[in-house]
């Protein structure tokens, strides 16, 4: 089988970023084989969570240290994004820190637990940095939302390198961008419907450098998944309905998160894109059409 690379958005040529960030949510005990096959197949960016809840993100860490080893990818060449979850995220019987603790203390001890679970070598964690850190969700007030904020700026830019939040609405983004000394690299949330996509919160992203992240991008589009623009382009390029999704999704400046578990999918995901860009940019009149008709299905004019 061979090997896919890593592709970028063809709306932004200069931005070597790849296609994907894999999602490593709800993969349980099959969590390691599954992150091995993403690298081998092309994937550079993978998300996790201190969150044993949904993610193993142990299971994480030792399928990246191997792949180091194995030479798959080096520890340079992939971007490990994780997260902080809130008590009410998790299961109280298997979680990172003391759910009692007082908060700052909490962000520690997730983070420290992090820091092993990822870190580069088996039995070295001194060396060990996450790219990126996200409140998986805004705490219960504002102020407590940026007093974790402020305690996670104290690791960057040695141990993490970027911070973020999921699950989170324009007016908490703009609290955090205007009164933290590091501001949003990433902003993580669902892609759907029942939030109009998203479409103020994602031109404030855009405005001000901050990468927004979709998660549910199929699952959570069944309309848009059938959709006229989708449908032509993915018989004009000859994809799947998914990938002609996708690289429509991607053409918004959305990093799309993949968290297939076939390693078909994956390899279909990543040359498919490759695909789709190679004909947008042989027929570019043609390209301009579908995603000016897809623009308009998620960000209507009033």
Same mark, same amino acid.
């Given at each position: 089988?061979?090997?896919?690379?890593?592709?970028?958005s063809h709306s932004r040529l200069g931005d070597e970023r790849p296609a994907f960030a894999y999602g490593t949510a709800w993969k349980k005990d099959q969590t390691k084989p599954l992150?091995k096959e993403a690298l081998k197949q092309g994937f550079r960016r993978v998300d996790t969570a201190a969150q044993p809840k949904h993610y193993q993100e142990h299971l994480v860490g030792?399928? /990246?240290?191997?792949?180091?080893?194995?030479?798959?990818?080096?520890?340079?060449?992939?971007?490990?994004?994780?997260?902080?979850?809130?008590?009410?995220?998790?299961?109280?019987?298997?979680? $990172?820190?003391?759910?009692?603790? !007082?908060?700052?203390?909490?962000?520690?001890?997730?983070?420290?637990?992090? /820091?092993?679970? /990822?870190?580069?070598?088996?039995?070295? &964690?001194?060396?060990?940095?996450?790219?990126?850190?996200? /409140?998986?969700?805004?705490?219960? &007030? %504002?102020?407590? &939302?940026?007093?974790? =904020?402020?305690?996670?700026?104290?690791?960057?830019?040695?141990? %993490?390198?970027?911070?973020?939040?999921?699950?989170?609405?324009? #007016?908490?983004?703009?609290? %955090?961008?205007?009164?933290?000394?590091?501001? $949003?690299?990433?902003?993580?949330?669902?892609?759907? #419907?029942?939030?109009?996509?998203?479409? !103020?919160?994602?031109?404030?992203?855009?405005?001000?450098?901050?990468?927004?992240?979709?998660? =549910?991008?199929?699952?959570?589009? !069944?309309?848009?998944?059938?959709?006229? #623009?989708?449908?032509?382009?993915?018989?004009?390029?000859?994809?799947?309905? #998914?990938?002609?999704l996708y690289v429509l999704v991607m053409d918004l400046g959305v990093e799309v998160l993949n968290g297939t578990t076939s390693a078909e999918h994956m390899q279909e995901d990543l040359?498919?894109?490759?695909?789709?860009?190679?004909?947008?940019?042989?027929?570019?009149?043609? =390209?301009?059409?579908?995603?000016?008709?897809?623009?308009?299905?998620?960000?209507?004019?009033?």
């Amino acid at each position: 089988m061979a090997t896919a690379t890593p592709f970028s958005s063809h709306s932004r040529l200069g931005d070597e970023r790849p296609a994907f960030a894999y999602g490593t949510a709800w993969k349980k005990d099959q969590t390691k084989p599954l992150v091995k096959e993403a690298l081998k197949q092309g994937f550079r960016r993978v998300d996790t969570a201190a969150q044993p809840k949904h993610y193993q993100e142990h299971l994480v860490g030792e399928a /990246l240290r191997e792949a180091y080893t194995e030479g798959i990818v080096s520890r340079k060449d992939v971007y490990v994004q994780t997260k902080y979850t809130t008590p009410a995220g998790q299961d109280l019987s298997n979680m $990172p820190y003391d759910a009692n603790a !007082p908060l700052e203390e909490q962000l520690h001890t997730s983070v420290a637990s992090s /820091l092993k679970n /990822l870190r580069l070598q088996q039995d070295d &964690t001194a060396a060990s940095y996450l790219d990126c850190l996200l /409140l998986h969700s805004p705490l219960p &007030t %504002i102020e407590q &939302t940026l007093q974790a =904020w402020r305690v996670l700026e104290t690791y960057v830019p040695h141990q %993490i390198k970027a911070l973020g939040i999921s699950n989170v609405t324009l #007016p908490v983004v703009r609290e %955090i961008y205007n009164t933290a000394t590091i501001k $949003p690299s990433v902003v993580q949330n669902r892609f759907y #419907p029942q939030t109009r996509y998203d479409g !103020p919160l994602r031109a404030f992203c855009k405005e001000h450098g901050i990468t927004y992240q979709s998660f =549910w991008t199929l699952t959570g589009n !069944p309309k848009l998944l059938k959709s006229q #623009p989708v449908a032509e382009l993915a018989q004009a390029a000859q994809v799947s309905l #998914p990938t002609a999704l996708y690289v429509l999704v991607m053409d918004l400046g959305v990093e799309v998160l993949n968290g297939t578990t076939s390693a078909e999918h994956m390899q279909e995901d990543l040359l498919g894109i490759a695909k789709a860009r190679e004909w947008a940019t042989a027929n570019p009149g043609n =390209w301009v059409e579908f995603t000016t008709a897809f623009a308009r299905l998620v960000e209507p004019v009033a």
